[in-house]
């Protein structure tokens, strides 16, 4: 009784309590399916958004009581509801990009694995430090966030951080004492430093190659130099010598290493190249897969210790001073797939080896010195292959014309190779072409009308440089044409709206401009070059569509008419028309041309003066030319305030007036030591290829170019002693003018000066003696003016002929006449007649006898004898008269008169006596 009494309320007691087991595993259940992610956590979050600037609202699912879980950017672990993963990356150049500052609150975040802040913009602060405290990372990737300072030493307590990323964006911003602290990352595969300032951490070297576990090394733009002391080359030197006999990879223990990728491209590094492959075979010689060296000071020859190399699937040593041949054991490499040593020093043939790898997908051994033969067993088991360059070798291609190859490539770049005079018919089998150069190879054919008929389509097409003819009606180019150079005809083709570069120059293209300029589809285009070409009629005044034009070379055609209105307001960098029929005068349209910074009008018939605003509206000017044309007026003050001109061109016109003083102003040309100018290349435009063709009409790299030209006008006056302060200056011709008084001493103070031409002026007194100094003079003229003295003795000036100091009265070498002390002119050749002006001269003897004898022997008898008269007259009179019919004849020759000869001739009685007079 007891024990039922007992043993009855149990179950009673307890049923309650078993109602509950499903209702909290249900509860559990249900949180498991909705979770919320942990509140420390979640206000953690929210004090690191509250520090960030968010210009896009990127976080705008951030608020206060919402689940963390689900915001943008935050992954949480699927059973505990801790936040593991912080990924914000940005997009390059975004204008969503995060900035302001990072909030220590992540530290809250005790189990985030992974923080991805990448491309965002944080310019202004440092790298945290206290992220060297969140013990729980494995994946780090600060890229090119532009985080600025020392990199903190404490990242290397992060010993569970597999990858870490904290490469620039073309700056470095950050930078390195010291690359110990990577020994602590213990777990590190993957680390990537490029554009950081390593030039201080010698130890990256012995610190990186002893590391246990990383597979993937980028030190890219690092400024890799000055190494221990103990190295007595830094690596702008050797890879350093630490035992004094051997290099430092042969001594160190790197039995452990298994180093897959090394790039170590865009640094100082100079060695030999074999040395570099002899160390790294005894650390990495089966794990290495991937190789970057390119933009160093690598020499040396390729040995066949790269075909040792039996797992190498990327080699990049391009643009090094790499020579020799390539090695024949660069067959072996079996799993090759990347193979570039463009833009070295290699010679030699094309190696047959290159045959038989099956996997290479890109070879480029483009600029070097490779010469001879390519078969088409070079190419025979090159199934895989995409990408083809190697342009600028002196290399010879001719397959069968039945020829297959085996590849399908998307890029061809073949340039300056010799392919036969026919257009290469394996083209045809290139279904998948995207860009193709076969510029200066040798072809002159007709272009096939299979060619233009491909069902690819190009990006990038260029053909210049052939002899290539016909007519072409369209071209399926996206981006870049260059079909310069050739003997092409008709009408300018129709191309796509999407191309932005179109290069046409030295063709015969003929017709109007109006329907290639008018077609309202074309907007994109940015480079437009029908230069030297057949060209007729008005520049078109419809380029308001032409919104991102930015070069325009229209030179040497037979246009006409002025600058046309919706020109304007174009973000113009080049207007080049030179050598046509233009005239009108300076448009004022020209005012908004605010980005020109290459003018070339010269050679035109335009008129007016030069104006005034030149100097406010176009101030980023570098090159100006208004030569052979119609100008006059006063050259303006404010062309004085062109602080970057390096080219001003003014000669052949009717200006007048003095030079202006204040050229003193003109900064660009005051500089000795001038580098490549870059306000001449805006950077928002890559095609560098387009300004060797542009600066090759100047001679010379613009940016070493400086040059002032106002011969052949009407100027006045003195020169001003102020151009002597241009000494960057390397021609000045201010020939063929009216300028008077004395050269200015300190002109002769411009060292640099290569090309100095003064003829044809007033100029008087003496060459100053400071022109002594002049060391680069290869074009020197002083002739036709009234100069006087001596000539400077120096191994310049003498070096001129004759024809350099003719028409002034100058002494000395290299003229015949010498100096006396006093500076008084001697004739050289009267002393090798005569030691003393009391000898007798007979040249001037000789001279007056000769005409006495002459006078009295000719004229005299005329003079007596009557008969000897008329007989000489009668001559004289039978001579002219021939001389007359035959004159008269030539009259009517030179003209282009019709119809018959009129029968009234008979009545010229002057030539009926004269005939008459003749046959008697």
Request: proline residues 5%.
């Amino acid at each position: 009784m007891v024990i039922a009494t007992m043993t009855t309320p149990l179950p009673i007691s307890l049923f309650p309590f078993l109602l509950l087991i499903p209702a909290i595993c249900f509860t559990i259940c249900h949180a498991n399916s909705n979770l919320l992610c942990i509140q420390s956590e979640r206000e953690a979050l929210l004090k690191f958004k509250n520090d960030l600037i968010d210009p896009s609202n990127r976080l705008s699912s951030w608020v206060e009581g919402g689940d963390c879980c689900k915001w943008v950017g935050v992954v949480c672990h699927n059973s505990t509801g801790h936040v593991n993963q912080l990924h914000l990356v940005s997009s390059p150049f975004s204008p969503s990009a995060l900035g302001g500052k990072i909030n220590p609150s992540l530290l809250e975040l005790k189990h985030l694995s992974s923080l991805d802040l990448s491309y965002n913009i944080f310019s202004s602060i440092h790298i945290p430090k206290f992220l060297g405290m969140l013990d729980s990372l494995t994946y780090l990737n600060l890229a090119c966030t532009q985080f600025q300072g020392v990199i903190p030493h404490n990242l290397g307590n992060l010993s569970k951080l597999q990858y870490l990323d904290l490469r620039g964006n073309g700056v470095s911003n950050i930078e390195a004492t010291s690359l110990q602290w990577v020994s602590g990352l213990s777990s590190l595969q993957y680390l990537d430093l490029s554009y950081a300032n390593l030039s201080k951490a010698t130890d990256w070297l012995q610190v990186t190659f002893k590391h246990p576990s990383l597979l993937e090394l980028h030190l890219s733009y690092c400024g890799l130099e000055g190494l221990s002391p103990i190295i007595v080359n830094s690596l702008e030197g050797p890879i350093p010598d630490y035992s004094g006999n051997m290099s430092f990879l042969e001594v160190l223990d790197l039995s452990l290493n298994h180093l897959r990728v090394l790039d170590l491209s865009y640094n100082g590094i100079k060695q030999d190249i074999a040395e570099i492959l002899q160390s790294l075979s005894r650390c990495c010689l089966d794990s290495l897969k991937s190789l970057y060296m390119a933009d160093n000071n690598l020499f040396g020859h390729l040995t066949d210790q790269l075909g040792h190399f039996k797992n190498l699937a990327h080699l990049s040593l391009a643009r090094n001073k790499i020579s020799g041949p390539i090695p024949s054991s660069i067959g072996e490499l079996s799993s090759l797939k990347f193979f570039d040593v463009s833009e070295n020093q290699l010679n030699g043939t094309f190696p047959l080896c290159f045959g038989q790898l099956e996997s290479l997908e890109t070879l480029d051994f483009g600029y070097n010195l490779l010469e001879g033969v390519v078969l088409e067993t070079h190419f025979s088991r090159l199934s895989r292959l995409t990408t083809l360059k190697a342009s600028q070798n002196r290399l010879r291609f001719e397959p069968n014309p039945s020829w297959i190859p085996p590849f399908q490539c998307e890029i061809i770049e073949f340039s300056h190779w010799h392919l036969g005079s026919k257009f290469p018919q394996w083209l045809k089998f290139q279904n998948k072409l995207s860009v193709l150069d076969i510029s200066d190879a040798g072809i002159s054919d007709v272009m096939p009308t299979w060619f233009l008929n491909l069902p690819t389509q190009f990006e990038k097409l260029n053909l210049s440089f052939n002899q290539l003819t016909g007519e072409i009606s369209n071209l399926n180019v996206t981006d870049t044409i260059d079909l310069s150079s050739n003997r092409f005809t008709g009408p300018l083709p129709r191309v796509l709206s999407s191309l932005r570069i179109l290069f046409l120059s030295n063709n015969s293209f003929s017709g109007s401009l109006s329907e290639f300029i008018c077609n309202p589809s074309i907007s994109d285009m940015i480079v437009l070059f029908i230069d030297t070409n057949l060209l007729i009629g008005e520049i078109p005044d419809c380029w308001i569509q032409w919104r991102y034009l930015g070069y325009l070379n229209l030179e040497n055609n037979n246009l006409t008419g002025n600058i046309p209105f919706t020109l304007g307001f174009r973000n113009l960098f080049m207007l080049n028309l030179r050598n046509n029929s233009m005239f009108g005068e300076f448009s004022s349209i020209m005012q908004t041309f605010v980005s020109l910074i290459m003018l070339d009008l010269s050679e035109n018939h335009f008129s007016g003066s030069v104006p005034a605003w030149i100097g406010d509206e176009l101030s980023n000017l570098v090159i100006l030319s208004l030569r052979s044309n119609n100008f006059d007026g006063h050259i303006p003050q404010k062309i004085c305030d062109l602080q970057v001109l390096q080219i001003l061109d003014l000669a052949h016109n009717n200006i007048s007036g003095t030079i202006p003083k204040c050229f003193n102003n003109l900064g660009a040309m005051a500089i000795k030591q001038k580098g490549y100018n870059k306000v001449f290349t805006p950077e928002i435009y890559d095609f560098p290829f387009y300004f060797t063709e542009l600066l090759d009409e100047y001679g010379h790299t613009l940016g070493l170019v400086t040059s002032i030209d106002l011969s052949a006008n009407s100027l006045i006056g003195e020169i001003p002693k102020e151009i002597g302060s241009l000494v960057g200056l390397l021609s000045l011709n201010f020939s063929r003018n009216f300028l008077t008084g004395r050269i200015p001493d300190n002109i002769g103070n411009m060292e640099l000066m290569e090309s100095l031409d003064l003829s044809m002026n007033r100029l008087n007194g003496e060459i100053p003696p400071s022109f002594s100094k002049s060391n680069f003079l290869n074009h020197f003229n002083v002739s036709y003016n009234n100069l006087t003295g001596q000539i400077p003795t120096s191994t310049q000036l003498q070096s001129f002929e004759n024809l350099s100091y003719v028409g002034n009265h100058l002494c000395g070498p290299p003229l015949t006449k010498n100096c006396t002390s006093k500076g008084i002119l001697t004739d050289a050749t009267n002393n090798l007649s005569s030691s003393d002006g009391n000898k007798v001269n007979w040249l001037y003897v000789s001279i007056v006898l000769g005409f006495v004898m002459g006078f009295w022997g000719v004229v005299a008898p005329l003079f007596f004898f009557r008969s000897w008269r008329i007989a000489y007259y009668q001559k004289l009179d039978h001579i002219c008269g021939k001389l007359y019919v035959f004159w008269a004849t030539m009259d009517l020759f030179h003209n282009k008169i019709s119809g018959a000869i009129p029968k009234c001739f008979t009545n010229s009685g002057a030539m009926a006596t004269k005939f008459k007079h003749d046959a008697a």
